[in-house]
């Protein structure tokens, strides 16, 4: 797995991860991976984009409530 960049909201992160099949976010809070989110078939943009939405409020979270 790679890390290719990371989104900031609050106390949470989310970052951008790829293996040699797909791309998927990696939802971090202090440092420690608490959900994962898959899309399947989806480029890198669409990833970068999802991301960027959740970090400015845009895409509401895709896990539950702290």
């Known amino acids: 797995?790679?890390?290719l960049s990371i989104y900031y909201k609050g106390d949470d992160t989310a970052t951008i991860c790829t293996t040699s099949?797909?791309?998927f976010i990696q939802y971090?809070?202090?440092g420690?991976?608490?959900?994962?989110?898959?899309f399947p078939g989806r480029s890198?943009?669409?990833i970068e984009d999802a991301a960027e939405n959740w970090a400015l409020g845009i895409k509401?979270?895709?896990f539950p409530a702290k």
């Open 21 to 23: 099949s797909e791309y």
């Open 1 to 3: 797995m790679i890390e």
């Open 28 to 30: 971090k809070r202090n």
């Open 32 to 38: 420690e991976c608490f959900f994962t989110e898959k």
């Open 60 to 62: 509401s979270d895709p």
């Open 44 to 46: 890198i943009y669409y």
